[in-house]
């Protein structure tokens, strides 16, 4: 018997003869919301910038996910980006069992850490050794604390819009889940704590120089190169080289955040498609292959800095746990062999953006779109979006329509304006016409 909630709910859910049943969803968000903040744990899974109810997920199989109700969806999400194999990818499910039956942790080096650790290095001139955490956040908070450390200085530049984990110094005009919430920087963070840390504006140089005149005492600057978490901004190159060149100038640390957009914009993630080298380079998501795993790393002169051969403290009781180990380390070794893998992902991704397009200049809807490797994004928006500033121009009330209506039509995007989209190596040209065909409904529905 559904309860009168439920009944309103779900009169909203009822498409012109489409019912999309997600009864099991709602009644399990009930549930959720009375022994979890908000019925999950981490906001942006919320649907708060587009309305509605999570879906609680059952199981994925490859391109697909299943909510408790049954329905399927093809899965742009991917965990946030993590699942770059689609989901129960046989390889990867296979390295967690055998590696399961050997035990879950152990608190002590693993020859699969020492394996993975020469798999990323083995990519990048710049790294020469790197250390694993357990998350993006994790990875982030002990680079800038290796660039405090190294460099004997206080003070962090960051980009509005861009989001580096919620580590208190970083979460200040912060992108991804604080933006959607419109409160760019959180309650509980003290002044004290992020009276180091200056803003500047993404793809604007002059405002990098004027960081560097009102202050002396720069360790790192840090950037999403190609941020994914106020939508898909991609940074312009010159500008990268001028960070580089003001980092030099300056004595500062250049600090790539690649958790979002390494292994997934190329193989070399961001610096597969930039000439710009960091000092520092911030991995996660797809070098767990799914499993809880960050990790940081950079020319062994500035990591050996760290305990226990250096005094810069940074540990983690589940840092480097073999399962995740072989998980991302089966990832890595995929990525490697497929020379022609990200050309393919890419072409799917325009493929993708090149019809939503389409779809939406047929029924005057204003999209502008964009890709680098496995990423893609969209925004609604009148003008090319090169910065924060920009992207909160968007129609961020026809961003949720078009999501609340694809989600009924079986596909899963991103739940909010400034986050990005994947595209999984079990997905097909047909797949992607499906959705554009999808698109170009939807599209007809909500202008
Ligand atoms: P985690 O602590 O969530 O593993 O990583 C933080 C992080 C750091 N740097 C970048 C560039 C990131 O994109 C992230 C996390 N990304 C978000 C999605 N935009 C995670 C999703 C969530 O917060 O639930």
Redesign the pocket.
């Known amino acids: 018997m559904h309860s009168i909630f439920t009944c309103k709910v779900l009169k909203k859910f009822r498409k012109k003869g489409k019912t999309v049943e997600r009864r099991r969803s709602l009644e399990e968000f009930e549930k959720a919301k009375k022994v979890i903040p908000g019925g999950v744990d ?4 919320a649907f708060k910038s587009v309305g509605g109810t999570p879906l609680f997920i059952e199981r994925g199989e490859g391109a697909y996910i299943y909510d408790i109700d049954e329905n399927r969806y093809i899965d742009f999400v991917q965990s ?2 993590p699942l770059i194999f689609g989901h129960c990818d046989k390889d990867i499910e296979a390295s967690v069992i055998g590696a399961i039956k050997k035990g879950l942790s152990f608190g002590a080096p693993t020859t699969v850490e020492t394996e993975l650790a020469s798999e990323i290095v083995s990519l990048f001139d710049g790294i020469e050794k790197i250390r694993f955490v357990s ?6 908070m002990s680079a800038i604390r290796l660039a405090r450390g190294y460099t004997g200085r206080d003070d962090i530049v960051k980009f509005e819009g ?5 580590s208190d110094s970083l979460l200040v005009q912060a ?3 604080a933006v959607t919430f419109g409160s760019p920087s959180s309650p509980g963070v003290p002044a004290d704590f992020t009276k180091h840390t200056l803003l500047a504006r993404y793809n604007d140089t002059t405002s990098v120089e004027e960081c560097f005149n009102n202050s002396k005492d720069i360790a790192c600057v840090i950037i ?1 190169p190609i ?3 106020m939508g898909l901004v991609p940074a312009d190159e010159e500008f990268l080289n001028s960070l580089r060149e003001l980092c030099d100038k300056n004595g500062a640390l250049l600090i790539f ?5 390494g292994f997934r914009a190329s193989l070399k993630g961001a610096q597969g498609k930039v000439k710009t080298k960091p000092d520092i380079v ?1 991995f ?2 797809v070098i767990g292959g799914g499993m ?1 795993v ?1 990790a940081f790393g950079a020319k062994a002169s500035i990591m050996d800095r760290l305990s226990p051969d250096g005094p810069i403290y940074q540990a983690g009781t589940l840092s480097g746990n073999p399962v995740a180990m072989n998980a991302g380390l089966t990832a890595l070794k995929k990525l490697k062999t497929d020379p022609k893998l990200y050309e393919r992902l890419e072409t799917l991704a325009l493929r993708l953006t090149n019809g939503l397009k389409e779809a939406a200049s047929e029924c005057d809807i204003p999209l502008q779109t964009e890709v680098r490797g496995s990423m893609f994004g969209f925004f609604f928006n009148e003008k090319e979006v090169k910065n924060f500033d920009d992207a909160l121009k968007s129609d961020t009330k026809m961003f949720a329509r078009f999501h609340q209506s694809m989600l009924d039509e079986g596909v899963y995007l ?1 739940c909010s304006q400034f ?2 989209g994947f595209i999984s190596t079990v997905m097909d040209e047909e797949m992607i016409d499906e959705v554009v065909k999808k698109a170009k409904k939807v599209f007809g529905s909500i202008k």
């Open positions: 981490s906001p942006v899974r946030w980006g998350s993006g956040t994790e990875a982030v861009c989001y580096h984990g919620h992108g991804s889940g999403e941020a994914g978490n955040d690649e958790v979002m957009s911030t996660g998501k809880p960050g991103a986050e990005t």
